[in-house]
């Protein structure tokens, strides 16, 4: 049994036999999305072999099996973020922190910069990730004339929370070669001023070019950020998440020299980039499914569109105020049908990064298409954000039998240019949760981090509330209940990735991956939910993370 030195922060879980122990006296939520009345969890070589009364799991008792009274704290599954970027992640901790909050102003951003700047060698980048325009007080992109005077000598990338558009500065612009005669690059745009000099912001395949010219971390560095974001995740009781975008093989390697040494902090389901994985899979045979219960191979991936808040999500009508402007497709829609039936075609399961409404049609067409030519009963293609949906989609989406991916904590950290960008009609089924649970359409729960925190309270507190982190409410009408949104953020992101037959809930035979929180979860406001902590996560029967005052 770990000390309580060990276990004043999250590890890596011990890969021996699974662990025996007892939880009693508390709150079971079974991830059934129903109430469970169960009050003790019992678990034996790492499986969970009871679950009811406390009288029930003591059965299991025996020498070296450890009890722990919850003293009526709720113990839920394991939290399986659906969608996020541990990479990113872990190297956004390690970067300068531009978020709004708590940066209100360009002036912050710029002092936070200024900072780093002074603390490296001229000549290395300076990257920053986390700003959202809206919730600024100068309402506007920072450019790279804010950024100049603070780093003369040094690349500076500032990229916007979504990750779909950055701020450079002219020494960055420069060794990207970009000035006012770089066209823009299909599936990108580079802001121009009234004279027709880059601005600095730049946008999707435009971004792409500026991030190509840093130098790629290497796989040890790769390997590091993956620990550190498997730490910060298991704090917050993640045990599962799925990594939105395996583009190299560096990055593959990193996550398969982690599992095999036993170092992997959060089990992982790998989503593979159609563009630069699809061939090479499919030659060597591999497909969806290929793995263990540590790290899997996902859904062969594609990015159609880009993000409201960029104003690139393809949409069916303008952006509020720009009646030019519908967003942005990555490639040729056409193409890209083609790309997603050729991976249903070589097996894989297929998602697709689609937030515009246009977009997600796009995407059910190429699944409707790929489907009636080659059927598939149990396909659960993914619809990744699935942002902005229409009834019409929604009908289609349940016929289908797709799975919708909604970014459950976007609506409360970017309300605002939603509501800028689209207005509030037009995000009547934004991540309709409750219209999911009532037509039967299974949606696991996503944070999309590091462009939303990692801590799934928030997005349970969202689901539940519809609320934005301001108080606003945001269409009441499609709430959930607290037991819904456990389910959301825990079976169906089992559902997602074929595994809800040994994860996802408490019941017996499943692994024992389990989030004990530090009170009943019933006795908490709604809109107070996301303060609620992790006092203990466990992995397969074993305490990887105890929070200190837990211990």
Known sequence: MATDRERAGAREPDRAAGGDIVFVNGHVMTGSGTPSGATAVAVRGGRIVAVGSDADALAWRGRGVEVIDLKGRTITPGFNDAHCHPMWVGFVLQQVNAATPPNRTIADLRARIAERVRSVPP???????????????????????????????HPVLVVRACGHIGVANSRALALASIDRHTPDPEGGTIDRDAHGEPTGVVREAALALVRQAIPAPTREQIAE???????????????????????????????????????????????MMIDETLEPMTELGLRTGFGDAWLRIGPAKLFLDGSIGGRTARMSQPYEGEDDNLGLWMQDPTLMKEKLKAAHRAGFQCCAHAIG????????????????????????????????????????????????????????????AYVQNLGMDRIRYAYAMRTFFDRGIVAPA???????????????QTMVTRRSEEGVEIWPEERITLEEAIRAYTYNGAYASFEEDIKGSIAPGKLADLTVLETDLRTVPPEELAKVRVDLTVVEGRVVYVRGAAS
């Open 357 to 416: 409404d246009a977009a997600i049609e796009l995407l059910i067409m190429a699944y409707e298409e790929a489907l009636a030519e080659q059927p598939r009963a149990d396909h659960r293609h993914r619809i990744e954000h699935c942002s902005i949906l229409r009834p019409d989609l929604i009908d289609r989406i349940q016929r289908l039998g797709a799975i919708p991916v909604p970014g459950t904590t976007f609506l409360w950290a970017f309300h605002k």
């Open 446 to 460: 996503s944070s999309d981090a590091p462009v939303d925190p990692t801590n799934p309270m928030i997005g349970i």
């Open 123 to 153: 000549g290395t980048w300076v990257l920053a990730r986390g700003y959202d325009q809206a919730r600024l007080a100068d309402q506007r992109h920072p450019t790279r004339h804010d950024l100049d005077p603070i780093s003369p000598d």
């Open 225 to 271: 950020a993956i620990r550190l974001a498997g730490r910060q995740y298991l704090t917050e009781g993640v045990t599962s998440f799925a990594e939105a975008g395996i583009r190299t093989a560096t990055e593959m390697r990193a996550y398969l020299d982690l599992a095999q040494a036993g170092e992997l902090p959060v089990r992982t389901y790998l989503m």
